[in-house]
């Protein structure tokens, strides 16, 4: 039992301790008090505060003496090194086999920002300067410098290393014509997270205002970072990264490779930055052509969506650590995750990679319903869809470009106007440079005289510029979304707000032509279906309502073309991480095995049970396991040995039974003796002082 001063008046036995510390594992939202208040009722007792404060010293204890023992198993395991949980976090990906097969994109992950779990920042009241202006007050957070055990976090101080004010014109100016620069219409004005003006409020309430993880494909947990007063910054991204680069979409992508520390490290790696199936749909047309996963060879069917499905899972933290100290935040942070990697992940491994195959299976078994929609279509071979793709790409492309001569005209007549009002207004400066742009363009025109309003090139220009506007805000990039949106209510909610402003832009520019075109509606565009639904398309710049790529039949075809290709993939993919896993859980018994007798024989049976302890923490999980992994063997389909192979990391190999021997001609004890016992009394020492 554990007792939270040296003359005891409230004792609180381990059993209880560990019985919280599991139930809140299985159910986040359950705190200290309402526990606590559940003993006092089976007591009989009247609730009393100081009992929750009382309880919550012990509780720190507990883990501190779980987390020491856990530390000294490893140690006796030798996987006290830097790193080993990173490097070994998850037995699929990462436990590879001798004469495997190489694949183009052998190790795959998804980091993402989440915000529910703040922590709340105690102030004094709020002040006022000498304007009259509210200013937040001084700090009341408790000074507690204890660290959380473990490795999943990295240190604020190695994220704000990738920190830097006007990051984006840092990689601009770091080679000439970077790929950083924004593409007309892009992603950026979508990607409303990253917007700090959304979340400046909640930065003045909150320290930290969420937590940026990384996570495998299968769900385990490679590192995780808080944010600190802001949202979701680039700095989380590059510092995850990097750290993932050294030891094992979109904008983001470019980002990482023109960084100056990191695109070498990237490059060496073979880094790529991709789209996540979700928030694919916040992204514009063009880009989902080249970052979706559906679309990048060796993606296989992963969504590349595994931090929103731990997201769903993590929230219920947010109940006991919104109001926690940054202590208790972190600590209640990393025992979770600890036990979503042992008891979430690893024990639903073998159901996720039997779901993965037979999703497999299935889309592939579609392969004859496309051989008939292609010979109903009149298209001869699977490759012309991999010509429409491109066709597609080269279309959106084209958006971004008008003419250069109808180019000019529009912008000669835009610096005519402009210096007439300018003539009619003021600022003789502006007039100055605006007459020099003028010069300019027409020198570039050919000369001849300057246009007035009457003239016939002016008239042509204004109409075209009219017509320019309007042609832009068909926003043709967007429908190709819609076509894909309305599968999705949530992802059409997300996008409504930016859908409704093009929407506007389209009607005023629509009312600007002669004669003025039909305004839409936003019920039309929801009812909208298919690109040929959209008859306005003809008044763009090419009509592409016939091409057989903008057709429904036609690229739904395409779609199930990529699915096709990504199930082949994801079939190549499986037939590797199911070795490695049957073949991991083998080497993992047979080492801990050996261990423990080892321990055992030395006469460390306490360390030899804890041993024991952490190969039944999984173990357990092991006949599940086959038993799931053999049904599948049984699918039509399934093209994998279930043998057990050899892994190419020979660490679980085993060692040679010896001990070291001690200066006095014994043998070295693995127990340490008393110096543990002196940590962890330092350790209760230590918070009794600051709960003081």
Known sequence: MLVAALFASVVVTVRALELFRVLQLRCPRMGIQPFVRALCDIHGVAPRPYLSTQFSIAYDVYLAILANVDARVQAALGRDTPNWRLKNACPACM?????????????????????????????????????????????????????????????????????????????????????????GEGCTEWWQNMKEDMMARAYGMYDETGIFPAL???????????????????????????????????????????????SGLAA???????????????????????????????????????????????????????????????????????????????????????????????????????????????????????????????????????????????????????????????????????????????????????????????????????NRRYQRALVIARMFELS?????????????????SALDTYNTAA?????????????????????????????????????????????????QHFKLLRADEEITRLNLEIPRFITYMADEEAFLIHHEGRLRDNGNTVLAHQVWLQRWERGRFHALHMDRLVKLSKEPGFTVSLLRGVSVNKEREMPAATSAPREDGGEEEEDGGDGDVDVVADALEHILRITA
């Not at 494909?217 to 680039?234: I, N, P, Q, T, Y």
């Open 95 to 183: 436990y590879k086999l001798e004469g495997e097969v190489p694949i183009p994109l052998p190790f795959l992950a998804t980091i993402d920002g989440n915000n529910s779990l703040k922590q709340f920042w105690r102030r004094e009241r709020e002040e006022f300067d000498a304007d009259g202006k509210s200013v937040p007050g001084a700090s009341k957070e408790r000074l507690d410098n204890r660290v959380a055990p473990g490795d999943y976090y990295l240190p604020r101080d190695e994220v704000d290393k990738w920190s830097k004010e006007g990051l984006e014109e840092l990689m601009r100016g770091f080679v000439p014509g970077s790929e950083v620069e924004d593409e």
């Open 216 to 262: 495998c494909r299968h769900g385990f947990l490679l590192v995780v970072v808080d944010m600190v007063k802001s949202g979701e910054l680039a700095k989380y991204g590059f510092a995850v990264t990097a750290h993932l680069l050294r030891d094992i979409g979109c904008k983001y992508g470019k980002m990482v490779r023109m960084h100056p520390a990191l």
């Open 268 to 466: 060496d790696n073979n880094f790529r930055s991709l789209v996540g199936a979700f928030h694919g749909h916040a992204h514009n047309r063009q880009c989902q052509l080249s970052n979706l996963a559906t679309y990048v060879s060796g993606m296989g069917l992963e969504d590349l969506e595994g931090c929103e499905k731990y997201f769903s899972q993590s929230n219920g933290l947010a109940a006991t650590t919104r109001y926690a100290t940054a202590f208790h935040r972190q600590q209640a942070i990393t025992t979770y995750m600890k036990h979503a990697d042992t008891v979430g992940a690893y024990q639903g491994l073998s159901l996720l990679l039997a779901s993965k195959y037979r999703r497999a299976l299935k889309i592939k078994g579609t392969l004859p319903l496309l051989r008939q929609t292609m010979a109903s279509m009149g298209v001869e071979t699977r490759s012309v869809f991999e010509t429409w793709l491109q066709k597609e790409k080269t279309y959106l492309a084209s958006l971004k470009k008008e003419p250069a001569h109808e180019t000019l005209q529009m912008e000669y007549y835009q610096k005519l106007t402009r210096r007439i009002e300018t003539q009619r207004r003021h600022a003789a400066e502006v007039y100055v440079k605006t007459l020099d742009a003028v010069q300019d363009l027409e020198i570039r025109l050919g000369g001849g005289p300057r246009w007035v309003p009457e003239d016939r090139e002016w008239v042509e220009a204004a109409a075209m510029l009219r």
């Open 484 to 500: 894909k949106v309305n599968m999705s209510d949530t992802a059409l909610q997300a996008r409504s707000k930016g859908v409704k």
């Open 511 to 559: 009312a600007a032509l002669s004669p003025p075109r039909t305004p839409l509606t936003w019920d039309q565009i929801v009812d909208y279906a298919f690109l040929s639904d959209f008859d306005l398309l003809r008044e763009g710049r090419e009509d592409i309502r016939d091409e057989p790529w903008a057709q429904p039949g036609g690229r739904l075809a395409m779609d």
